[in-house]
């Protein structure tokens, strides 16, 4: 493959620009194994480089967190040419070109053989925001939840990381209250194993209401800032929430009370540079116990590349729902 497409990020003059260029091997940053792409996907942070131009550590780039392909080449004597692979996280997609390209060319510590029990299309279905759904509920389960405990609540629930959270925690026998702002998603989302839905403005924290009900076991939260606050004041006691992203964004006030005097948790979910050997885990996870019953369905949108600046706008606009999966 001499020449092949990417969506490539620059900067010339202090003014960036986002479009689809021919490029050859040599245009792509060092590393040991280089990849046909199959597919990626499209992840809020992934609006965060491409729009907003946040995280970009050099120009040009080429966006994109996730890929999953082929080996065409490697000098990293774990991988040979035909092996099918997934790559996420690190500094895939903002400090190392990533996957909105036809090839990718990246260093072997971050590269997952495919598991057994996934597709390559799955693999990018899922991608960090499925990663990051398992991670939350691993690490709630980990604490001590269970489907007997009562209501677990989903924040953002028609995005990617909600989406998959809701079928998972859905499939493992979990009474799932989602939480969305889009008013028009309840047959989607209860399509998804939703067992009640509830508006976003519902959950957000204010003033006049100091002294709520006791509500949920757990919460997987994407959504941060007052949302995440409203949940501290609700969880149960000993309940937990798992805090995994800032679409609503990222200051939290609180008070010490919750935690002495409900015993609550609050845990961090962080994808990008969770440990390889865990990883590994959570990936074989994602391919048979976890693996969501309704990936191939109502939750995906397939695109192209062309279609990508459009999308990465809308996503940071919160009007993208489920998954966006490209094929390359
Ligand atoms: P999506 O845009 O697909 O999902 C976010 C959802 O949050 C939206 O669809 C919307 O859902 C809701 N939302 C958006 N804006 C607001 C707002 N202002 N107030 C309240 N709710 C809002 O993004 P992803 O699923 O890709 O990512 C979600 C978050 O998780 C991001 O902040 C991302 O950075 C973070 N993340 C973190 C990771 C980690 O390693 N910790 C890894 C992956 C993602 P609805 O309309 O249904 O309410």
Same mark, same amino acid.
């Given at each position: 493959?001499?020449?092949?497409?990417?969506?490539?990020?620059?900067?010339?003059?202090?003014?960036?620009?986002?479009?689809?260029?021919?490029?050859?091997?040599d245009?792509?940053?060092?590393?040991?194994?280089?990849?046909?792409?199959?597919?990626?996907?499209?992840?809020?942070?992934?609006?965060?480089?491409?729009?907003?131009?946040?995280?970009?550590?050099?120009?040009?780039?080429?966006?994109?967190?996730?890929?999953?392909?082929?080996?065409?080449?490697?000098?990293?004597?774990?991988?040979?040419?035909?092996?099918?692979?997934?790559?996420?996280?690190?500094?895939?997609?903002t400090?190392?070109?990533?996957?909105?390209?036809?090839?990718?060319?990246?260093?072997?510590e971050?590269?997952?053989?495919?598991?057994?029990?996934?597709?390559?299309?799955?693999?990018?279905?899922?991608?960090?925001?499925? +990663?990051?759904?398992?991670? *939350? =509920? /691993?690490?709630?389960?980990? @604490? #001590?939840?269970k489907?007997?405990?009562?209501? $677990?609540?989903?924040?953002?629930a028609?995005?990617?990381?909600?989406?998959?959270?809701?079928?998972?925690?859905?499939?493992?026998?979990?009474?799932v209250?989602?939480?969305?702002?889009?008013?028009?998603?309840?047959?989607?989302?209860?399509?998804?194993?939703?067992?009640?839905?509830?508006?976003?403005?519902?959950?957000?924290?204010?003033?006049?209401?100091?002294?709520?009900?006791?509500?949920?076991?757990?919460?997987?939260?994407?959504?941060?800032?007052?949302?995440?606050?409203?949940i501290?004041?609700t +969880?149960?006691?000993?309940? *937990? =929430? /798992?805090?995994?992203?800032? @679409? #609503?964004g990222?200051?939290?006030a609180?008070? $010490?009370?919750?935690?002495?005097?409900?015993?609550?948790?609050?845990?961090?979910?962080d994808?990008?540079?969770?440990?390889?050997?865990?990883?590994?885990?959570?990936?074989?996870?994602?391919?048979?116990?976890m693996?969501?019953?309704?990936?191939?369905?109502?939750?995906?949108?397939?695109?192209?590349l062309?279609?990508?600046?459009?999308?990465?706008?809308?996503i940071?606009?919160?009007?993208?729902?489920?998954?966006?999966?490209?094929?390359?």
């Amino acid at each position: 493959m001499d020449n092949f497409q990417a969506l490539v990020l620059n900067k010339i003059d202090e003014q960036t620009n986002l479009n689809v260029k021919q490029l050859t091997i040599d245009d792509l940053p060092k590393g040991e194994v280089t990849i046909k792409v199959a597919y990626s996907s499209v992840n809020y942070k992934d609006g965060l480089v491409g729009i907003q131009n946040q995280l970009v550590e050099s120009y040009p780039l080429i966006p994109g967190i996730d890929l999953s392909g082929t080996v065409m080449e490697s000098t990293d004597t774990r991988y040979k040419e035909g092996d099918e692979v997934i790559v996420t996280s690190y500094k895939l997609g903002t400090g190392h070109s990533g996957g909105f390209s036809e090839v990718a060319r990246v260093p072997g510590e971050w590269v997952v053989p495919l598991p057994e029990g996934l597709s390559l299309k799955e693999a990018m279905i899922l991608g960090t925001a499925g +990663l990051t759904a398992a991670l *939350s =509920v /691993a690490k709630l389960e980990a @604490a #001590g939840l269970k489907p007997e405990d009562g209501p $677990v609540l989903v924040a953002g629930a028609t995005g990617g990381v909600g989406s998959i959270a809701v079928n998972i925690l859905a499939d493992r026998g979990y009474e799932v209250v989602a939480s969305t702002g889009k008013a028009d998603q309840e047959a989607y989302l209860k399509q998804l194993g939703a067992k009640e839905v509830i508006h976003r403005n519902e959950i957000v924290a204010t003033d006049a209401q100091p002294a709520r009900k006791k509500r949920w076991a757990a919460a997987v939260d994407p959504v941060g800032g007052k949302t995440l606050e409203y949940i501290l004041t609700t +969880l149960q006691y000993g309940g *937990s =929430v /798992a805090t995994c992203g800032l @679409a #609503g964004g990222v200051e939290v006030a609180t008070t $010490v009370i919750p935690f002495i005097s409900r015993s609550i948790n609050w845990l961090g979910i962080d994808s990008v540079m969770y440990p390889m050997d865990k990883r590994l885990e959570a990936w074989k996870l994602l391919s048979d116990n976890m693996k969501p019953t309704a990936l191939n369905n109502e939750m995906v949108n397939e695109v192209s590349l062309t279609d990508l600046p459009e999308i990465l706008g809308d996503i940071l606009e919160g009007k993208v729902r489920g998954r966006t999966l490209v094929k390359l």
